[in-house]
């Protein structure tokens, strides 16, 4: 399997591919993969001759230091891992820091449209503008066809469509469907870290994403958000950071329901200081 470390190296095999007339697909992760990345591998596979793994904890979206220290780096791990899936139709890029950002480690400011502003956003400052450096980044030295995100980080998914958009940067973005383990938790690179009490207390998130949607259909977002923070004032190994009821094109929070749009529920939870996100589409 190739690895490559310096975005030169893998333009320049990446532009031998394009003239063959190869298609290639782009995989952004921050390593630490898990089935969830391996289904976008999967689905990127069988759409484009090739596919570029990404693998890099970009330090401008972290907002909390720590998070980013102790963010796992398993990168022998995760090339075992691609090679099961194939060994010579995907291509690792796992990058320095300095290729990435040279000596200038910031990010880059967006305005997307105020899809940044909700929820992630109003928690984790900055985050969104990190994410859109990274992405936009990637897609420049990569300039793949199509890139493939999983729906679990719903409101980045919304945020690198705008990106696009903004930008007119040709590929087309594919977002994929939450993997969840069998007791429902999203996977998450970070589940790796939490202490088997939090991880066994973490299905309640899905299990109660999945009672508020059922209550949705009857009840208003604001009895359904008032229901939700009631169930996780019982729980003493989770507390509840945001749950959202929001239109799934602005994001913005619904006030009232209307039949022609489109909800989704997005929740945000600290297990111990692990903190998980989730969401569910309610219509
Ligand atoms: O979703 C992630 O893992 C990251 O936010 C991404 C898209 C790889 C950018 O660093």
Same mark, same amino acid.
């Given at each position: 399997?190739?690895? &490559? ?21 782009? !995989?952004?992760?921050? =390593? ?11 689905? =990127? ?6 596919? %570029? ?70 928690? $984790?400052?900055?985050?969104?503008? =990190? !994410? ?11 300039? *793949? ?18 990106? %696009? ?33 939090? $991880?066994? #207390? #973490? *299905? ?11 209550? &949705? ?18 729980? *003493? ?18 006030? $009232? ?10 929740? #945000?939870?600290?297990? =111990? ?11």
């Amino acid at each position: 399997m190739k690895i &490559f470390h310096n975005n030169t190296e893998l333009s320049h095999c990446l532009d031998g591919l394009k003239t063959k007339g190869k298609s290639i697909g782009l !995989v952004p992760t921050m =390593g630490a993969l898990h089935d969830g990345h391996l289904s976008l591998v999967d689905k =990127g596979l069988s759409e484009n001759d090739y596919v %570029v793994v990404s693998i890099f904890v970009n330090p401008t979206q972290f907002n909390n230091k720590e998070d980013l220290i102790k963010y796992p780096r398993t990168l022998d791990a995760d090339v075992s891992l691609l090679k099961t899936i194939s060994d010579s139709t995907i291509l690792v890029y796992a990058p320095t820091v300095k290729d990435i950002y040279d000596d200038n480690v910031q990010s880059q400011s967006f305005a997307f449209d105020g899809l940044e502003n909700e929820m992630e956003g109003a928690f $984790r400052e900055g985050h969104f503008d =990190g !994410v859109g450096t990274i992405v936009k980044r990637l897609f420049e030295i990569v300039r *793949p066809q199509r890139a493939y995100f999983g729906q679990k980080d719903f409101q980045q998914l919304q945020i690198i469509r705008k990106l %696009v958009e903004l930008y007119h940067i040709p590929v087309k973005v594919i977002g994929c469907p939450i993997h969840r383990a069998v007791d429902g938790l999203a996977m998450s690179s970070r589940n790796t870290r939490l202490t088997p009490e939090h $991880r066994k #207390a #973490a *299905p309640f998130i899905y299990k109660t994403l999945k009672s508020a949607k059922i209550k &949705f259909g009857t009840k208003s977002a604001k009895k359904v958000t008032e229901w939700v923070e009631k169930q996780f004032k019982k729980q *003493p190994l989770l507390e509840l950071e945001y749950f959202t009821i929001a239109d799934t094109k602005t994001l913005k929070p619904v006030k $009232r329901k209307s039949t022609k749009k489109t909800y989704r529920a997005f929740i #945000a939870v600290y297990a =111990g200081d692990i903190r998980l996100i989730d969401n569910i589409a309610l219509n």
